[in-house]
């Protein structure tokens, strides 16, 4: 039977929401091909993680060992190394998240297997699989197929499959022994650090005028801020206006960044990108101003202004002022 | 400190309308902007910066066409000392793989104490070519990097997580780290710059410079092929505010009042 094996993430003691959008898919893909749905789980005191995957696979795998307290690539690529070659499991489900970005492409090296990365469908097709990824910044879809034969290792975009819960499976815990010595390790794992924190919290607002690369320049910016200003928002933005240093890293909308639920969110010249829309999606209302009328904005926004933002802000930020003093 | 520095030529494609071209596996490319990869120029300001520091050299390597050179100049005119272009019909229909066995194979033959990458390309987006080279070369490696500071033979760098959480890491000398954008900020180059570096040699290599076999190269030694390209589904899409800038500014008042609770 054929096994498709879903690599759990997990950090600082949860779960995170892509190991069960992956646990969801998988099932799905399993069913598909007449398979089983397994998942393996890395780390130290985490059974009562695994206890909370069981009801969602037909196997959970628990490797615990103090040296996998912390995810580092090299601890994780060593007991998958070993694991993957001895299950050889049909198809293996990874994020594409900070984590799996890390460790996917050395397991796969490493393996000799296919890999396919940032994948938002899947589906299988004889003994490959049929995969779409999107590229671009998101304007154009992908569809590929492995040109090798399996097993397989696909790597999942966040958010692109839904996690929801299915009836429940009954499955065990394996737990397996750890391959790790006391080996000396050329990558080591520190500690974390916190963003700082900001004097602003984005997070608290109702509304959120976003502003993105489009704006050009830093002395753009109080173009935006005196429409905030004008309708009581508060000033957020995508990531590169972020690294130019225009805005703090507070404003960040993003999955490196805040994910926000204001009432209103307006985007002015952000193109979105999927790392910034997962940030957002769940505001109330989107508006989005953008000169291109196909940026992948509009596919989230509820309303769309198309046309330059140099001319449209300002009008909208006098007629604003204008309509409040009525 | 010798810093090998791969870099990649893209589209620029945020403002632009993409079309598939006849072919439906790639886009209509006339009329696009090309330019070095976002994440790529903040690696070769980094490596800069650390030569700067430190001494040594920084050599910048590319797999592409002729067109690549462009790149490759940009980069030796903000202060590269040396530029590879490795160049074949063999490569040709590479993915992300592939690509990382030739620049692997191109790095293996070169002196160096650091690799930089970017962490993804502006168009495929694979987020892979960094860390595979790494593993190609039997290095260690650390992805996804917005902070360095040499210790010796170590590195000690901060690594970006979600949500604005970070991870410091050690890592020991020779490594591979793929570079993420705000590291730093990228310096400016002048057409003067460029000019500058116009007579420069690019050492261009091929397949059998590298000692490469054509089945480990292109489309045969990658492991996805690419089927076709197709426009995103439209889906649900905005609803388009139109007419005169004053009524849209009066839609969004209303917006803002309806469910925004403007008051
Ligand atoms: C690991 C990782 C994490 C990331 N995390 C985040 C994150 O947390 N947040 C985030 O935002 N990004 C993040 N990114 C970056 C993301 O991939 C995109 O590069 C980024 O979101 C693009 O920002 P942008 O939309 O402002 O810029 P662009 O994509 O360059 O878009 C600019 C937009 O402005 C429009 N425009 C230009 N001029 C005008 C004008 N005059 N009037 C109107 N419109 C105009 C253009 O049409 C275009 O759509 C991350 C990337 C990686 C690899
Ligand atoms: N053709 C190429 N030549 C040189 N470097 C490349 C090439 N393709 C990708 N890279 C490097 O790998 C990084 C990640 O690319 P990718 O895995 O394609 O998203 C880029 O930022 C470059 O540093």
Known sequence: ?326 | MNIIVCIKRVPDTADVDIVVDKSGKDIEKSGLVFDLNEWDSYAIEEAIRLKEKLGGTVTVISMGGEDTNESLRKCLAMGADEAIRLTDSAFSGSDGYATAKVLAQAIRRLPYDLILTGTQAEDDGFAEVGVMVAKLLGLPHVSIVTRLEVEDRKLRVHRELEGGLEEVVEVDLPALLTIQTGINEPRYVSIMGIRKVAKKEIRVLGLSELGLQAEEVGLRGSDIELQRFFLPPVGEWAQILEGKPEEIAQRVFEILKDKGGLV
């Open chain 1, 1 to 326: 039977m054929k096994e498709i094996m879903v690599i759990a993430e997990h950090r600082q003691g949860e779960l995170r929401d892509i190991t069960y959008e992956m646990l969801s898919k998988g099932r799905e893909i399993a069913e598909t091909v007449g398979g089983t749905l397994s998942v393996v789980l890395l780390g130290k005191g985490i059974g009562a993680l695994a206890e909370r995957l069981l009801p969602r696979a037909h196997r959970v795998y628990l490797i615990e060992d103090e040296r996998l307290e912390f995810y580092n690539s090299e601890t994780y690529e060593r007991v998958l190394l070993q694991f993957l070659t001895e299950r050889k499991p049909h198809l293996t489900l990874i994020g594409h998240t900070a984590q799996g970005m890390d460790f996917a492409p050395a397991l796969a090296v490493r393996l000799g297997w296919p890999l396919a990365t940032d994948c938002i469908g899947i589906e299988p097709k004889d003994e490959n699989f049929t995969l779409t990824r999107q590229i671009y910044g998101g304007k154009i879809n992908s569809e590929v197929t492995f040109l090798r034969k399996g097993p397989f290792l696909v790597t999942f975009r966040s958010g692109a499959f839904e996690g929801k819960e299915k009836e429940p499976l009954s499955g065990e815990i394996v737990s397996l022994p750890s391959p790790l010595t006391d080996e000396v390790l050329a990558r080591r794992f520190l500690q974390f650090v916190e963003a700082a924190v900001g004097e602003v919290d984005i997070t608290q607002a109702d509304i959120l005028v976003a502003v993105g690369r489009g704006i050009k320049d830093g002395e753009n910016i109080p173009l935006v801020k005196e429409l905030a200003d004008s309708i009581g928002g508060v000033l957020a933005c995508s990531r590169p206006v972020v690294d130019k240093k225009w805005l703090p890293k507070a404003c960040q909308v993003g999955t490196s960044g805040k994910t926000v639920k204001p009432k209103v969110y307006i985007a002015i010249g952000i193109s979105g990108a999927f790392q910034h829309v997962a940030g957002m999606k769940g505001s109330g209302t989107i508006i989005a101003i953008n000169k291109d009328p196909k940026a992948p904005i509009f596919s989230v926004a509820h309303y769309g202004i198309i046309g330059d933002l140099f001319k449209i802000v300002p009008v909208i930020k006098d007629k604003i002022k204008e309509l409040k003093q009525k």
